[in-house]
């Protein structure tokens, strides 16, 4: 019967629900999982890595973190072609408010901006929403560090903690058990890596499978964003218990 | 024959501005406050073509109402000052189908705020969207009186009472050596506990000042 409703992006079903918004979540939900804390001294990001041939180039370019400007990051889950037109979207609208007042874009503000576009695709232009959700994590004098999530309804949130992708809800309330409201950055990456381990299909974490990237301020004051190199993140999911170590160094 | 001057203090920015509104050689009034109440901490010193002054001046005056409105923040006075700067900036070149149309503002700005952080400051704006962050400044004819009074007697960190001395000898210097010189001018301060006007000095009394 819904089918009925679902072609048109842009009107509501009979019981008051938009079908394409919805169908666009279930894609997401398909995606790689990412996970995003907020502490006191810095936010932290980590994804999931769908793309693990060997065939693979590595570059230095990542799948799930993309710089947004100085003092905000994201990371994604869902269509990746739908989500690099959004991060332009949101590298230009940030850029945009630094030309007009020469400052940076406070965070929230640039969230509330890009889901102002994302809200457009549900309402007019009979155009699909994107395929996309979004972990925004950045710093800005106001409000010091801040993590919002969005989804393709064009809806957001200010979050302490926050999943998206494969396994959210599983990963959000494993979240909601464990978090505390005055963990440390460095706790804050063993939990996110931790919660990760739970939710991931694989049994054990390599760099080759996850990124992880953090949002906090340098002893100069200045907003650092920063992808975790592979190298130090094997040796902190040793660290941290969350994979086997390389037989061949026992 | 316009006077708009500024200069920054010890925890206070302080604009004058005279306050005579004239067309040609006809002044209509006497007590036209040019200096208007931004935002609870910022001042806007306009000087120019009587129109665009108060269209201009509005105009900014909403788009920062606006801003705070909708971020629940307000702007700095950096960022009201680029912005300001900005607007000013693209009426001069405005793409009209094909042909780039001027449409300038005639209006000199002068901007002081005080801001938590950063304590007071003053922003010098022209016509050409010139922006420069100052210390002291003048627009108009009172430039060439007050700018060379105030370089010879100015100071960082001037107290209320040290400035307000200062803004005298310069309205001294404009009633005696300017032509023809407005007879009143009023001052507007801002500082930690927001903007307000500090003093007329009228050699005209006209009628009650008034108030924004």
Same mark, same amino acid.
């Given at each position: 019967?819904?089918?009925?409703?679902?072609?048109?992006?842009?009107?509501?079903?009979?019981?008051?629900?938009?079908?394409?918004?919805? *169908?666009?979540?279930?894609?997401?939900?398909?995606?790689?999982? $990412?996970?995003? &804390?907020?502490?006191?001294?810095?936010?932290?990001?980590?994804?999931?890595?769908?793309?693990?041939?060997?065939?693979?180039?590595?570059?230095?370019?990542?799948?799930?973190?993309?710089?947004?400007?100085?003092?905000?990051?994201?990371?994604?889950? @869902?269509?990746?072609?739908?989500?690099?037109?959004?991060?332009?979207?949101?590298?230009?609208?940030?850029?945009?408010?630094?030309?007009?007042?020469?400052?940076?874009?406070?965070?929230?503000?640039?969230?509330?901006?890009?889901?102002?576009?994302?809200?457009?695709?549900?309402?007019?232009?009979?155009?699909?929403?994107?395929?996309?959700?979004?972990?925004?994590? #950045?710093?800005?004098?106001?409000? @010091?560090?801040?993590?919002?999530?969005?989804?393709?309804?064009?809806?957001? #949130?200010?979050?302490?903690?926050?999943?998206?992708?494969?396994?959210?809800?599983? $990963?959000?309330?494993? /979240?909601?058990?464990? *978090?505390?409201?005055? &963990?440390?950055?460095?706790?804050?990456?063993?939990?996110?890596?931790?919660?990760?381990?739970?939710?991931?299909?694989?049994?054990?974490?390599?760099?080759?499978? &996850?990124? /992880?990237?953090?949002?906090?301020?340098?002893?100069?004051?200045?907003?650092?964003?920063?992808?975790?190199?592979?190298?130090?993140?094997?040796?902190?999911?040793?660290?941290?218990?969350?994979?086997?170590?390389?037989?061949?160094?026992? | 024959?316009?006077?708009?001057?500024?200069?920054?203090?010890? @925890?206070?920015?302080?604009?004058?501005?005279?306050?005579?509104?004239?067309? #040609? &050689? /006809?002044?209509?009034?006497?007590?036209?406050?040019?200096?208007?109440?931004?935002?609870?901490?910022? /001042?806007?010193? $306009?000087?120019?073509?009587?129109?665009?002054?108060?269209?201009?001046?509005?105009?900014?005056?909403?788009?920062?109402?606006?801003?705070?409105?909708?971020?629940?923040?307000?702007?700095?006075?950096?960022?009201?000052?680029?912005?300001?700067?900005?607007?000013? $900036?693209?009426?001069?070149?405005?793409?009209? #189908?094909?042909?780039?149309?001027?449409?300038?503002?005639?209006?000199?700005?002068?901007?002081?705020? *005080?801001?938590?952080?950063?304590?007071?400051?003053?922003?010098?704006?022209?016509?050409?969207?010139?922006?420069?962050?100052?210390?002291?400044?003048?627009?108009?004819?009172?430039?060439?009186?007050?700018?060379?009074?105030?370089?010879?007697?100015?100071?960082?960190?001037?107290?209320?009472?040290?400035?307000?001395?200062?803004?005298?000898?310069?309205?001294?210097?404009?009633?005696?050596?300017?032509?023809?010189?407005?007879?009143?001018?009023?001052?507007?301060?801002?500082?930690?506990?927001?903007?307000?006007?500090?003093?007329?000095?009228?050699?005209?009394?006209?009628?009650?000042?008034?108030?924004?």
């Amino acid at each position: 019967m819904s089918r009925r409703y679902d072609s048109r992006t842009t009107i509501f079903s009979p019981e008051g629900r938009l079908y394409q918004v919805e *169908y666009a979540m279930e894609a997401i939900g398909n995606a790689g999982s $990412a996970i995003g &804390i907020l502490s006191k001294d810095g936010v932290v990001l980590v994804g999931e890595k769908k793309v693990t041939s060997k065939l693979l180039q590595t570059s230095s370019s990542t799948e799930k973190m993309y710089k947004i400007d100085d003092h905000v990051a994201c990371a994604v889950a @869902g269509i990746m072609s739908d989500a690099n037109i959004l991060i332009n979207t949101a590298r230009v609208q940030a850029q945009r408010y630094t030309y007009a007042y020469q400052e940076p874009m406070p965070v929230e503000q640039l969230v509330q901006s890009l889901c102002d576009t994302k809200q457009g695709y549900t309402q007019f232009g009979g155009l699909r929403p994107f395929g996309v959700s979004f972990l925004f994590a #950045g710093w800005e004098k106001n409000f @010091g560090f801040q993590l919002y999530m969005s989804d393709p309804s064009g809806n957001y #949130g200010g979050w302490k903690a926050g999943a998206i992708g494969a396994n959210n809800q599983a $990963a959000q309330s494993i /979240l909601k058990q464990d *978090y505390k409201d005055d &963990i440390t950055r460095e706790e804050a990456v063993q939990l996110a890596l931790k919660v990760l381990s739970k939710t991931m299909d694989s049994t054990s974490l390599t760099s080759e499978k &996850i990124e /992880l990237a953090e949002v906090f301020l340098s002893p100069s004051g200045k907003v650092k964003y920063e992808v975790c190199s592979p190298e130090a993140l094997n040796k902190l999911l040793v660290k941290f218990g969350v994979t086997q170590p390389a037989t061949d160094t026992a | 024959m316009e006077c708009v001057f500024g200069l920054v203090g010890k @925890g206070f920015a302080i604009v004058v501005a005279d306050t005579s509104a004239v067309h #040609g &050689i /006809l002044v209509h009034k006497t007590n036209e406050e040019k200096i208007m109440k931004l935002d609870s901490h910022k /001042l806007i010193a $306009a000087s120019g073509e009587g129109g665009d002054r108060v269209q201009f001046s509005e105009y900014i005056h909403k788009n920062v109402a606006l801003y705070q409105f909708r971020n629940g923040i307000p702007l700095t006075t950096s960022a009201a000052a680029n912005f300001t700067r900005a607007e000013l $900036a693209a009426a001069l070149r405005k793409l009209v #189908g094909v042909v780039f149309v001027q449409n300038p503002y005639a209006v000199n700005i002068l901007l002081a705020g *005080y801001d938590n952080h950063t304590g007071p400051s003053l922003y010098y704006i022209d016509y050409l969207a010139t922006l420069h962050k100052v210390d002291k400044a003048a627009f108009g004819y009172a430039s060439y009186l007050s700018l060379s009074m105030m370089d010879t007697h100015y100071h960082a960190g001037m107290s209320l009472q040290e400035a307000i001395d200062l803004v005298d000898k310069c309205i001294t210097e404009i009633r005696s050596r300017l032509v023809v010189a407005p007879p009143n001018f009023v001052m507007k301060i801002v500082d930690q506990h927001g903007a307000r006007e500090c003093a007329w000095r009228q050699s005209l009394p006209s009628a009650s000042p008034t108030f924004c």
